[in-house]
Every structure is written in C-alpha cells, then in structure tokens.
C-alpha cells in the first residue's frame, strides 16, 4: 500500500499548491484598484511588457502571413477555391493564431522576464524591506504588472494579426498574382467585427491574464537562489503554455461551436 500512500501525498501536494495559487489570484485582484491610482506604475510597466515585445511579435506576424498564405494558396488552388485565400487567412489569424501565438512567444518573452524580476526582488529581500514599511509588495509592484499584461495582450495580438495579413497580402498578391481587390472585398464579406475579432481579443486577454498570473507567481513564489530564479523561470513558460492551449480549446468550443 506504500504507492497509494505515495499517491495520495502527491495529490495532495497539487491540491494544496492550486489552493495557494488561487488565493494568490485572489490577492492580487483585490489589490488591483489601488494599483489604478496609480496609473504611472502601470504605464511603465506597459511599455516594459508590451513594448519591448514589440520586435519578436511583428517579426513573427510577418513570417506567419507569408507562409499561410503560401501554404493556403497550394491547398485551396487544387479545389479552385484560390479566391477565398484573403478570409481564410484572416480568419485563421483573427480566431486562432494571432492570439495563440502571440501568448506563447509573450510568455516566452515578457513571462520570462517577469519571473526573473520579482524572483530577484525576492533574493534581495527588496520585498521584504517593502512589508517592513507597511506596504504591501502585492499592491505595489504584483498588481500593476498584472494590468499590464492584461492592457498588452490584446494590442499585441492585434498587431500580430495585422502584421500578419499584410505579409500574406506580400506573398499572394506582389509575388503569387491573386487579384487584390477579391483578396480584401471577401475579407470584408466574410470577417465579422463582433463575431471573430472581438472573440479573438477577448482570447488575448483572457491569455494575458494567465501568462502574467503564472509569472508572477512563480517569482513571488521561487526560492531565493539562483537556481531556484533559473527554475522558476523555465516553470513560468512551460506551465503558461500548458495553460494556454488548454484554455485556446475551452475558449474556441465556446465561442464558436453555433454558426
């Protein structure tokens, strides 16, 4: 019976570390009001996070688009339905990719970076100096980075997206010969505002919040060593893309399951 004891330590060491995680969730979004005063922080904190992501996202987009539209314009040419290249790569971009891909390479990205700050604020007691004068680390530092990828998720997926569809105009328009006026109107017919891209930031920001959640979390939480910043670090990006694609499933059954 010695596995079963074993089994049952394991389980619950996952109950109580998804207890602890969910009452830090909570935490920080009781300290998100305050955090909105001050607005400062949370502008820093935007440029630090989404900004500085800015290069890989745009590059990624762009290789993205060209080779969609490559792959897409063989497969649909040998059903004769090269005409409809436009939406569906712009619906593939919109629904799925651009928020996906976006969250992977952010976490990647601003995850990694997330982590390693707060989890060397911890190594240097700068968090604890902060709950020595009475304010709360949470509120000061956790929560404004939290807005923040919340705030540039959705810019950065939107800018993936468009990026995107622009470098599948490049391929299939400039270098393939696919008529441009069929390219956009379709796009025009077939893309509903509300229905993909609005569906499409709603997935973004829903995956801003976990990529920022679990970062900081694993920072706030990391042992303060070196090797346990360099753990965390690796568990923010593993765990944030297990998240990701778990939820891009719920999130896409969803929301688009009824035509």
Same mark, same amino acid.
């Given at each position: 019976?010695? @596995?079963?004891?074993?089994? !049952?330590?394991? /389980? ?5 570390? @998804?207890?602890?995680a ?28 989404? &900004? ?10 762009? %290789?993205v ?11 649909? #040419?040998?059903? !004769? ?28 990205? %601003?995850?990694? #970076? ?5 989890g060397?604020?911890? /190594?240097?007691?700068?968090? %604890? /100096? ?12 956790? %929560? ?7 705030? #540039? ?7 993936? +997206? ?10 299939a ?8 006026? &069929? ?5 025009? &017919? ?21 990529c ?6 694993? !920072? ?20 944030? +893309?297990? @998240? ?6 719920i ?9």
């Open positions: 019976m010695d @596995w079963l004891a074993r089994l !049952g330590a394991i /389980a619950l060491d996952q109950l109580r570390g @998804w207890g602890h969910t009452a830090f969730f909570g935490e920080l979004l009781r300290a998100v009001p305050a955090s909105l005063r001050r607005f400062m922080l949370i502008v820093v904190q935007v440029h630090a996070i989404g &900004n500085r992501s800015l290069v890989i996202i745009l590059a990624s987009g762009m %290789a688009g060209f080779v969609l539209a490559l792959q897409m314009y063989y497969a649909l #040419s040998r059903y !004769g339905a090269a005409e409809s290249l436009g939406l569906v790569v712009n619906l593939s971009l919109v629904r799925e990719l651009g928020p996906v891909v976006t969250a992977l390479l952010f976490a990647g990205r %601003a995850g990694t #970076s997330l982590t390693a700050e707060i060397l604020m911890k /190594a240097g007691e700068q968090l %604890a /100096a902060l709950e020595l004068m009475a304010i709360d680390p949470k509120q000061r530092v956790l %929560a404004p980075r939290l807005v923040a990828g919340i705030v #540039s998720m959705p810019i950065l997926a939107v800018l993936f +997206s468009a990026i995107g569809i622009l470098g599948a105009y490049v391929v328009v400039l270098l393939i010969g696919v008529d441009a006026g &069929n390219f956009w109107s379709i796009q025009q &017919n077939g893309v509903d505002v509300w229905r993909d891209v609005g569906n499409g930031i709603v997935k973004s920001a829903v995956f801003g919040v976990i920022t959640v679990v970062a900081l979390y694993q !920072g706030y939480e990391t042992e303060a060593t070196p090797e346990g910043v360099a753990y965390a670090t690796t568990r923010t990006v593993v765990i944030s +893309s297990l @998240w990701i694609l778990g939820m891009d499933f999130l896409t059954a969803l929301m688009f399951s009824t035509p």
